[in-house]
């Protein structure tokens, strides 16, 4: 994934049900979310469009990931499950073994996703989260 891919790719992130799309999801914040974490973010083309995205990075400790979006017409040829195989593998590359992601209960198909994949649903913790100086939906 590069800076470049963000038209697409926010394109394809409004249309996909289950990816909350914010404030933070700029030109600006992208290429931040990018330099900041290099090589660790990815997107698969089909006919040369962007047809599916995720976005990794850590903090120095554990991994975490955003925004795993796949094309309509494309899922359930194991897309979305080989970009995050790319994306935990570079994470691994980089000493990272513990990986987050957040999913909206009520999204399916995310859920089936991850299940599907061997992630432990976390029924033991909560996240709790703030928000300074920017809006709600920051
Ligand atoms: C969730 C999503 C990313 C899956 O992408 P995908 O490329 O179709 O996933 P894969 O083909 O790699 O699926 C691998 C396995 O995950 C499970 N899975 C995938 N989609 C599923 C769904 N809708 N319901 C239940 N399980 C599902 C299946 O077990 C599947 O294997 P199978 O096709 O052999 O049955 C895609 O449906 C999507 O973009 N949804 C809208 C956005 C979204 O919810 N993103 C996740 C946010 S956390």
């Known amino acids: 994934m590069t800076p470049d891919d963000y038209p697409a790719m926010i394109d394809l992130m409004r249309r996909a049900p289950g990816v909350s799309v914010r404030d933070a999801d700029t030109p600006e914040g992208l290429a ?34 955003h925004h795993l979006a796949v094309d309509a017409g494309c ?23 513990k990986t987050h992601i957040d999913v909206y209960r009520n999204n399916a198909a995310g859920n089936g996703f991850w299940e599907n994949a061997g992630w432990t649903r976390r029924d033991d913790t909560h996240r709790f989260s703030i928000v300074r100086g920017g809006s709600e939906s920051a």
């Open 32 to 65: 931040r979310f990018l330099a900041r974490n290099p090589g660790l973010s990815f997107v698969a083309e089909v006919d040369g469009r962007l047809a599916a995205c995720l976005m990794g990075g850590h903090d120095g400790r554990r991994g975490h990931l």
């Open 75 to 97: 899922r359930r040829q194991g897309i979305a499950s080989a970009l995050v195989e790319r994306c935990l593998s570079a994470l691994e590359k980089q000493g990272i073994h």
